[in-house]
């Protein structure tokens, strides 16, 4: 390719051609095809040029910063570890050493953004740029920031929390000394988690025809990590598990959202779809909302968390307060609440049709009268079995994107 771009470069690009009368059809041709070949090398060259500058351009700062960060801790710690025979083992100053973090202590940030290898580094930049370029333009920049850096802090802090005990319980030095936490597992957990608030019944399609649904996602990431902790791998692999947890708890309870009409701040998601119970199946529901509930109220009593204000919504006239239409989750709190009415208004609605059905005399009236009076009720309980029908497949709906639509009424 680049042979014939050298060869095609040097025919002279002209603005037009003018055949003369002597020239045959057969040197014509040969003539205007190294142009059309010329122009078209051009074209692909500007096309391969101008395609990752729009990209670059088009990205917001943050999944730039997060792309350079990692490129330049990874790049650096993989030629600090191989240039020398001195750092064939982890190097404490860029990753996580339990046994020595307390002098390097930026390592429970900065250990996030080393991947050592290369398969592992280009996977986090393929799912990872595009997914918090996504998520950006959503939450904005700071808060995509401080969501990198909360999950990636958290989870090494519980990391190295973790091998302490095991080092006190256990006795042994290879906890502190020989195992150190690195990498984007955290991280990716995390962005399946907000993908999970987000987009939770979008379907992710593997292989051509395995098609699973976000929210079945985390829970598969973390079973992988269950099992790769079992059979011995617990470094790095456990991060997933404390990214998991420490990413639903920030979504749930800290992260801020601001109402662009009303510029109230809420936060967390306080809808029942992303409560904690729902990341399991339904036979441990009941024992897990008896601990999860102590846990809560425990939290709520030391202030560590913020207790949920009640809702002040009027789900019967249709009016909602922009508090909790801020929050992500305050509007798929409030499409369930007003499932459950509107269900309950069509089973009313639908027995009152069958009661005022046409031709069912009413007691103590002739069947005539009882018919001539039964009559505009049944023609006006007609539009409204309709309307109920039509409420009941809105809902249906509704059901698997949470959105429900507001009674005309």
């Given at each position: 390719m680049f042979w014939w771009y050298t060869q095609l470069s040097s025919f002279p690009?002209?603005?037009?051609?003018?055949?003369?009368?002597?020239?045959?059809?057969?040197?014509?041709?040969?003539?205007?095809?190294?142009?059309?070949?010329?122009?078209?090398?051009?074209?692909?060259?500007?096309?391969?040029?101008?395609?990752?500058?729009?990209?670059?351009?088009?990205?917001?700062?943050?999944?730039?910063?997060?792309?350079?960060?990692?490129?330049?801790?990874?790049?650096?710690?993989?030629?600090?570890?191989?240039?020398?025979?001195?750092?064939?083992?982890?190097?404490?100053?860029?990753?996580?050493?339990?046994?020595?973090?307390?002098?390097?202590?930026?390592?429970?940030?900065?250990?996030?953004?080393?991947?050592?290898?290369?398969?592992?580094?280009?996977?986090?930049?393929?799912?990872?740029?595009?997914?918090?370029?996504?998520?950006?333009?959503?939450?904005?920049?700071?808060?995509?920031?401080?969501?990198?850096?909360?999950?990636?802090?958290?989870?090494?802090?519980?990391?190295?929390?973790?091998?302490?005990?095991?080092?006190?319980?256990?006795?042994?030095?290879?906890?502190?000394?020989?195992?150190?936490?690195?990498?984007?597992?955290?991280?990716?957990?995390?962005?399946?988690?907000?993908?999970?608030?987000?987009?939770?019944?979008?379907?992710?399609?593997?292989?051509?025809?395995?098609?699973?649904?976000?929210?079945?996602?985390?829970?598969?990431?973390v079973t992988i990590s269950n099992v790769l902790c079992i059979i011995g791998y617990q470094s790095p692999w456990i991060l997933i598990q404390f990214g998991w947890l420490s990413s639903w708890a920030y979504l749930r309870f800290y992260k801020r959202t601001t109402d662009a009409l009303s510029g109230i701040d809420t936060y967390g998601d306080r809808s029942e779809t992303f409560a904690f119970i729902h990341w399991f199946p339904p036979f441990v529901h009941k024992p897990l909302s008896i601990a999860s509930t102590f846990t809560h109220n425990l939290a709520v009593k030391f202030k560590i968390i913020r207790p949920f204000a009640p809702s002040a919504d009027d789900l019967e006239t249709g009016v909602y307060s922009s508090l909790s239409n801020a929050q992500p989750g305050g509007a798929r709190a409030e499409a369930e609440r007003r499932r459950a009415l509107a269900l309950k208004a069509l089973d009313s609605r639908l027995a009152n049709a069958t009661n005022n059905r046409p031709g069912t005399p009413?007691?103590?009236l002739p069947a005539a009268s009882a018919s001539a009076t039964t009559g505009p009720t049944a023609s006006s309980s007609a539009p409204a079995a309709n309307g109920a029908a039509s409420t009941r497949k809105s809902v249906d709906q509704g059901k698997g994107k949470n959105k429900v639509s507001q009674d005309p009424s």
């Open positions: 690009l002209r603005s037009g051609y003018k055949k003369s009368a002597a020239a045959s059809p057969e040197a014509t041709l040969i003539e205007w095809r190294p142009r059309k070949l010329y122009t078209r090398a051009v074209e692909f060259k500007m096309a391969l040029l101008s395609s990752p500058l729009q990209i670059i351009t088009s990205t917001p700062p943050t999944t730039k910063a997060f792309v350079g960060l990692t490129l330049g801790f990874s790049l650096a710690n993989t030629y600090l570890r191989y240039s020398s025979d001195a750092h064939s083992g982890p190097i404490s100053y860029m990753t996580l050493l339990p046994g020595e973090s307390f002098l390097f202590p930026w390592t429970f940030l900065t250990a996030g953004f080393v991947e050592p290898y290369f398969l592992g580094l280009l996977i986090a930049l393929l799912t990872l740029a595009p997914s918090f370029r996504y998520l950006e333009r959503l939450w904005g920049s700071f808060e995509t920031a401080k969501f990198i850096g909360i999950v990636i802090t958290v989870s090494n802090f519980v990391a190295f929390i973790l091998s302490w005990i095991e080092y006190l319980v256990l006795g042994s030095e290879n906890f502190l000394y020989k195992m150190d936490y690195y990498g984007l597992t955290a991280l990716q957990t995390g962005v399946l988690v907000a993908f999970t608030q987000l987009i939770p019944e979008h379907q992710v399609q593997f292989f051509g025809s395995l098609r699973i649904r976000v929210k079945r996602l985390p829970m598969i990431y009413s007691k103590g």
